[in-house]
């Protein structure tokens, strides 16, 4: 994946067809030095004018110029038009884009643009993810709990089992308000962690006396 800072040839990206994920509504997907003669992205253009492509989201045509002012890009010599915004995501049946079928020869993706859309360099690049429940994606209480509580869905195991990750990295099968509660609980309540050091100190006294 390229970046503002480098450019990164690639053959395209992809998702497990059956890994219960899909791409969050934040992910922005731009094809890079893509082929005016060649790709199939643009098959209806005409003569050159690549306004009336579907694949690509007009809109996206300040994106694609601040993304070919940063340096790397801006070094490959190609014009702006070569660049589609890809939105919205559609990967059809086999769940990837093979940037070698489309004939372009990179791609970028962002995520979040730090409010500064006309700072490329700020912006934040990868692909975020939601959790996807099941066909019909519906919403289950258990992962609106989890998310209430500061934890991310996610899933694990050869069951693809739901899991929410806390915060602190631990993973829990509901939510993340007992880990809270409990850390809170010890913070409230100094005299748990005075008791906790006595009885370490009085172990080692009768660990050296023995």
Known sequence: MSTCFCTQPSKGFSLDWDAPFSFDDS?????LDCSLDSSPIYKGAINGNTSNV??????GTPLCSSLYSCQPISQLNVPI????VYAPVDLGPAFEMNLQKAQCKAYTA???FE???????????????????NVK???PVYCSN?????????????YNTFVCNC????????????????????????????????????????????
């Open 115 to 133: 409010d500064q859309e006309a700072n490329p360099e700020v912006w934040k690049y990868g692909v975020a993810l939601k959790y996807k429940f």
């Open 27 to 31: 992910s922005v997907f731009a094809l």
């Open 146 to 158: 989890c998310e209430k509580s500061n934890g991310a869905c996610a899933y694990t195991g050869i």
């Open 81 to 84: 038009n070569t660049c589609c």
């Open 54 to 59: 579907p694949q690509c989201d007009n809109a």
């Open 167 to 210: 915060p602190s990295g631990v993973n829990t099968s509901t939510d993340c308000y007992f880990q809270n509660s409990w850390n809170s609980g010890l913070r409230n309540a100094p005299w748990i962690k005075g008791t906790l050091i006595f009885y370490s100190v009085l172990l080692l006294l009768l660990a050296i006396s023995l």
């Open 137 to 139: 994606n519906d919403y």
């Open 110 to 112: 962002i995520y979040s």
